[in-house]
């Protein structure tokens, strides 16, 4: 069965301090794996899709990396307005479904 | 402006009483999907469609509907709703369902409630 699972389920940082958020898939087939964004009461906004083993993206303090069982998403002093929810998701081949993690909650306090 | 709208933002109705929540994108998006976000359960896909008069089932189907007669339009139809569809839902489009311009763009959301 298709999976998705993220760790941890909080994670409360103060300002600066560095960290990383996990998302590790089994799926048969991986189309290509997503990162989002989500802010209370909002929509998940998208930041990142990687699509084979080894590739990196970086944008501001964000930084995501993909291996062939696991994604992790480098937060680099991390700064409050980047409290949010962090979601992962994952597409198989078949069809166009995202299946996604349950989310990591990030608070940064200043 | 890029953007997917839905209508309802919020809405409580009663069980049984059929509703409707509209779903359009502006960006020519071939790819349109629903979810339903519920705590501890995350984001799950209850329909999508790859394009006009193509739908197919996501994870949760069972007791939805929906249309793609549009190509802008993915509205999502509950004929009956019962107080476990309570939810907080969102709608996404996309250019196309799979490939490299697969990234997903999320309306605000409709909460429901069902009493």
């Known amino acids: 069965e298709d999976q998705v699972t993220q760790s941890p389920e909080a994670l409360r940082l103060q300002e600066g301090e560095s960290s990383s958020l996990n998302c590790s898939y089994t799926v048969s087939g991986l189309r290509g794996l997503f990162w989002y964004r989500q802010d209370p009461g909002k929509g998940p906004e998208f930041l990142f899709t990687l699509y084979s083993a080894g590739e990196e993206k970086e944008k501001e303090r964000l930084k995501a990396t993909l291996t062939k069982k696991e994604s992790f998403l480098h937060i680099t002093a991390p700064k409050p307005e980047d409290s949010a929810t962090y979601l992962c998701?994952?597409?198989?081949?078949?069809?166009?479904?995202?299946?996604f993690g349950q989310g990591t909650e990030l608070s940064v306090k200043p | 402006e890029a953007q997917v709208t839905q209508n309802p933002r919020y809405l409580i109705t009663v069980t049984g009483k059929k509703l409707t929540v509209t779903c359009s994108q502006n960006m020519n998006h071939e790819y349109m999907s629903w979810y339903r976000q519920d705590p501890g359960l995350g984001l799950r896909q209850i329909y999508y469609s790859m394009n006009v008069e193509v739908t197919d089932k996501g994870d949760v189907p069972e007791g939805y509907k929906v249309s793609r007669k549009e190509k802008r339009n993915f509205p999502l139809i509950l004929e009956s709703p019962s107080p476990n569809q309570t939810s907080l839902y969102f709608c996404?489009?996309?250019?196309?369902?799979?490939?490299?311009?697969?990234?997903?763009?999320f309306g605000a959301g409709t909460r429901l409630s069902v009493l």
């Open positions: 996404a489009s996309s250019l196309t369902g799979t490939g490299v311009k697969n990234i997903q763009y």
């Open positions: 998701a994952v597409q198989a081949r078949q069809g166009g479904k995202l299946i």
